[in-house]
């Protein structure tokens, strides 16, 4: 079945940087698009950025732009969400999201991670 | 602007219809879409493209989207159906954009 399965809890010191991998299984992740999205506890939901898995394209929030870096390994069926100086405020579950078949699917981003929890404290 | 935006909390009585509002500038050219996240769990998409329903969610979820504003309603809502409701599309620069999030309380 389709499956999106990311990395586990990380705890990080601030200006560390943490990368959370989401690999994919039970479809064809060369045929997806790939997004990000955070959110700290209790509190709403925040894209960060995707990749295009084909071309290895990526786009990010603006206010992303500077910290985070998308990357993905085919051979794997892995994607990875790089975040660097990293503060407190970067603490939030992180999750990943595939938009399969995007050029033909309309369903948009309908397979998620499960989360993974990254703690950024001294 | 690039934002959208929802009520904080919508409550009903069980069997009411119960109605969340997604408003911005987005919508009027680009599709809502609606995803619903249970305490603790990963958001799970019930609506797409403004009106259409994944297969396994329940008849009593509708979306429809006029001008600004996109409306997800649930007809006979039930406690099963409480959760935080997020509208979703995208901006004038194709990227991904959340509304802040709508508690729905079902009692």
């Known amino acids: 079945q389709v499956q999106l399965v990311q990395s586990g809890p990380e705890v990080k010191k601030p200006g560390t940087s943490v990368k959370v991998s989401c690999k994919a299984s039970?479809?064809?992740?060369?045929?997806?698009?790939v997004q990000w999205v955070r959110q700290p506890r209790g509190r709403r939901l925040e894209w960060i950025g995707w990749?295009?898995?084909?071309?290895?394209?990526?786009d990010y929030a603006q206010k992303f732009q500077e910290r985070v870096t998308i990357s993905r390994d085919m051979s794997t069926s892995t994607v990875y969400m790089e975040v660097s100086s990293l503060r407190s405020e970067d603490t939030a579950v992180y999750y990943c999201?595939?938009?399969?078949?995007?050029?033909?699917?309309?369903?948009?981003?309908?397979?998620w991670g499960q989360g993974t929890l990254v703690t950024v404290s001294a | 602007s690039s934002e959208l935006t929802q009520p904080p909390s919508v409550s009903v009585s069980p069997g009411q219809t119960a109605r969340i509002t997604c408003s911005g500038d987005?919508?009027?050219?680009?599709?809502a879409y609606w995803y619903q996240q249970k305490s603790g769990q990963a958001p799970a998409l019930v609506i797409y493209?403004?009106?259409e329903r994944p297969s396994g969610i329940p008849e009593r979820f509708s979306g429809s989207s006029s001008g600004t504003v996109a409306t997800l309603t649930i007809h006979g809502a039930q406690v099963a159906d409480e959760a935080d409701y997020y509208c979703?599309?995208?901006?004038?620069?194709?990227?991904?954009?959340f509304g802040g999030g709508t508690k729905l309380t079902v009692l």
């Open positions: 990749i295009t898995v084909v071309n290895g394209n990526t």
């Open positions: 979703y599309s995208h901006n004038s620069d194709d990227r991904g954009l």
């Open positions: 987005a919508l009027s050219k680009k599709y």
């Open positions: 039970g479809f064809i992740l060369s045929d997806s698009v």
């Open positions: 999201a595939a938009y399969r078949d995007f050029e033909s699917s309309p369903l948009g981003f309908d397979s």
């Open positions: 493209e403004d009106n």
